[in-house]
């Protein structure tokens, strides 16, 4: 109980029947928060789903991915969140935001010596990082993200979008139509096969293979996510050239991956997929579309190729660590840096 609150662990078979009911209730939803993005997790995490609720009604909810580490400590890791926005005051929210961290703080230091690290998906705020800080948590000493994404609306309409377009994109766009590309959507396992080496091949190209993934990897996601995933393949002069895989969750749609070959990257392919894409999804509903973060300090290219599509940059509170020890902190954040210089 958190000052007439209460804080609990949601069972897994009431998580199931009930969590993405609960989840659809916040305004930063994210569908890393998803009961089935704890399943797709679940290979190599343990998840656990953690909520503070005003009687049956959730007021912050967490799933929070747990894995055992040596010396009996615990990292745990809420990516894209906790949620905690709903449309109600400023005040509320973040009220919410402390008690629900104070709840998972308890919760975690009765179990040894934890490691949390939270990732709340929603625009950064002064007052939030207040009551962050009051409530013990810190910025990490190596993240893991920038922090930035663009955002794309698109309630507007597809004239208004194309007007939007920087116009170096917008020329590129042009240009891409002229090698008359065709474009399938879709999620049948033949589609993922040929999306799959285009994701590869860049990831060696750009000397990153932490971020490779597997047929079975996406196959997985496939399977967990169902209609909430869904891919995009652009072909050139009969060569699968270009490709993106899409996350949606109500009305907001996420950028989970993208890559383009040499070729597809030599007929601006890139611009007509993300043209394409924004269409598509506007066609079905969705109102926003997150790129899903951008680095202008370490990858300019892609900052500035996003940017072009003329979406609003947005700042998230980004990443925060908390531990009851200062030396599991350090050295977990140390094992992060080691493990992203050795693999970058």
């Known amino acids: 109980m958190v000052n007439g609150l209460s804080w609990k662990v949601v069972?897994?078979?009431?998580?199931?029947?009930?969590?993405?009911?609960?989840?659809?209730?916040?305004?930063?939803?994210?569908?890393?928060?998803?009961?089935?993005?704890?399943?797709?997790?679940?290979?190599?995490?343990?998840?656990?789903?953690?909520?503070?609720?005003?009687?049956?009604?959730?007021?912050?909810l967490g799933l929070c991915l747990e894995k055992r580490l040596p010396f009996a400590s615990t990292l745990s890791w809420i990516n894209a969140g906790p949620v905690f926005f709903r449309p109600r005051s400023a005040a509320e929210n973040l009220s919410a935001l402390s008690k629900y961290l104070e709840g998972l703080k308890d919760y975690l230091g009765r179990r040894g010596r934890p490691m949390l690290r939270i990732y709340p998906y929603c625009a950064m705020d002064l007052e939030a990082q207040v009551e962050l800080r009051r409530s013990g948590f810190i910025r990490p000493l190596t993240r893991i993200g920038s922090g930035l994404s663009y955002v794309l609306d698109l309630r507007a309409d597809a004239e208004s979008l194309q007007s939007g377009l920087e116009r170096h994109w917008r020329n590129q766009l042009r240009a891409s139509k002229k090698a008359q590309p065709s474009l399938v959507i879709g999620t049948d396992r033949v589609l993922l096969e040929k999306y799959i080496p285009l994701h590869n091949s860049l990831c060696d190209r750009k000397r990153l293979p932490h971020q490779r993934i597997e047929l079975e990897e996406l196959q997985g996601l496939v399977d967990r996510l169902g209609a909430n995933i869904r891919l995009l393949l652009a072909s050139v002069d009969g060569e699968h050239a270009c490709g993106m895989v899409l996350w949606t969750l109500g009305r907001r749609a996420f950028l989970a991956y993208s890559a383009a070959s040499e070729l597809g990257l030599r007929r601006n392919l890139p611009n007509f997929l993300y043209w394409r894409a924004a269409l598509h999804l506007k066609e079905q509903g969705v109102e926003l579309w997150d790129l899903m973060g951008v680095d202008p300090a370490d990858n300019w290219g892609v900052f500035n190729f996003k940017r072009g599509l003329g979406g609003r940059l947005i700042e998230y509170l980004g990443e925060w660590d908390w531990s009851n020890s200062p030396w599991i902190r350090r050295g977990f954040n140390a094992a992060l840096w080691w493990r992203r210089d050795r693999l970058g």
């Open 11 to 60: 069972s897994r078979a009431e998580a199931e029947s009930r969590w993405d009911g609960w989840l659809a209730q916040f305004e930063d939803q994210h569908i890393r928060q998803s009961f089935a993005w704890g399943l797709h997790k679940s290979r190599s995490w343990e998840p656990v789903h953690t909520g503070l609720f005003d009687g049956p009604t959730p007021v912050a």
